[in-house]
């Protein structure tokens, strides 16, 4: 069953789209009409835990587990060591079950040996299986997908759902590498966030609703449609200002000396909509469905120079604002408009 279904989920994610409807039209940038900057000293370096990323673009965990998976892992790569972003693969698990499912993610590794390797499995991994994803393609980090609403509507997906802080936890402290808490598109909220920081997780990937949505990619794998859950969770937007929250709390609390990353994803598409992350304080951002549509409709050297494109844009926008880092883009102003100022108000969230 595993193998069919990533190729499915490819191939719908491609078909239904992105809605776009992320939250980032909410945020609106305060501009600066003395910014101070010059385009040639803007450094795109970040931080994420304990790594240094040389971009704040990371390819979002998408795919392996079988051989035309293992092309789509492979060309992502590519343009990954020649745009110089990290890159996380999909879920290992299916590499961890079935062993000749294996070249698909190392070929990762294979292309890219010294770039920034992310590896991925889900919730339910226990700490063998997560030294093993992470021995199989020499990650740099661990991702730990969230995606309980997926699996309840895919018809063959979990049920139960107990023990994944325990595990989590226990992958966080022994593993060896950073872990990153991550959703696939239904968001991560402030209790949820403050619990995973609580558990000795550093880096939260908020995973918020508008771009992909597993909970249509599985509705369209059903015949049984269970449609009314497509708008389940929390906008990227929200999810990102719920999870600094939890961070900045924890961090208030006597955590000061321990470094918090948050990094946001979901819907993210356009360089403006980075930089607005970037501004509101995500250290850095995830893509995935944007960036697998370019690489499929118009192949490898298109996504490179859209990588190339982006971080051009992204210069742009920091020369605008005079923030010649991104810990600089932090202490830019913005004003929360609509449902996400909303929210935020009714949340309690700044
Ligand atoms: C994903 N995503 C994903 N996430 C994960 O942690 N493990 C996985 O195996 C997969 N598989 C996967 C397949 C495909 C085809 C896509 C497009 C995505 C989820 C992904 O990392 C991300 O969280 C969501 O797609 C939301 O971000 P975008 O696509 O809106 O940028």
Not at 204 to 230: H, M, V
Request: net charge negative; aromatic share 4%; with cysteine.
């Amino acid at each position: 069953m595993r193998i069919p279904r990533k190729l499915e989920h490819v191939h719908h994610a491609l078909q239904l789209g992105q809605s776009g409807e992320q939250g980032f039209a909410d945020i609106r940038i305060v501009p600066n009409c003395l910014p101070e900057a010059s385009i040639n000293r803007i450094c795109l370096q970040t931080v994420i835990g304990e790594l240094i990323l040389s971009s704040p673009i990371i390819i979002n965990a998408m795919t392996g587990g079988a051989q035309e998976t293992e092309a789509i892992n492979r060309e992502l790569a590519v343009a990954a060591r020649e745009t110089g972003l990290a890159m996380a693969v999909g879920s290992q698990m299916a590499a961890i079950r079935h062993a000749d499912a294996a070249s698909s993610y190392t070929v990762v590794r294979k292309i890219n040996p010294d770039g920034i390797v992310f590896g991925n499995l889900g919730s339910e991994a226990t700490l063998e299986q997560a030294e093993r994803a992470v021995e199989m393609i020499k990650a740099d980090a661990l991702q730990i997908h969230l995606n309980v609403m997926q699996e309840l509507i895919m018809p063959e997906g979990d049920r139960q759902f107990t023990g994944m802080l325990e595990r989590i936890a226990l992958i966080a402290a022994r593993v060896g590498v950073p872990v990153i808490v991550k959703e696939v598109g239904f968001g991560i909220a402030q209790e949820g966030a403050a619990a995973l920081l609580q558990a000795g997780v550093n880096v939260i990937d908020t995973g918020g609703s508008g771009g992909t949505n597993f909970a249509a990619i599985e509705n369209a794998r059903r015949t049984a449609k269970l449609d009314w859950l497509n708008d389940w969770g929390c906008t990227t937007a929200v999810a990102l200002l719920e999870v600094l929250k939890a961070a900045h709390a924890q961090q208030s609390s006597g955590g000061g000396d321990r470094s918090v990353s948050v990094i946001a994803s979901g819907g993210i598409r356009s360089s403006l909509e980075i930089g607005k992350a970037l501004i509101v304080g995500a250290s850095a951002v995830g893509m995935a469905g944007a960036l697998l549509r370019v690489l499929q409709y118009e192949g490898t050297a298109a996504l490179i120079e859209r990588i190339d494109t982006f971080h051009q844009e992204i210069k742009l926008i920091m020369t605008a604002l005079g923030a010649s880092s991104i810990a600089g883009l932090r202490q830019v102003p913005v004003v929360i408009l609509g449902e996400t100022a909303q929210w935020c108000g009714l949340r309690g969230v700044d």
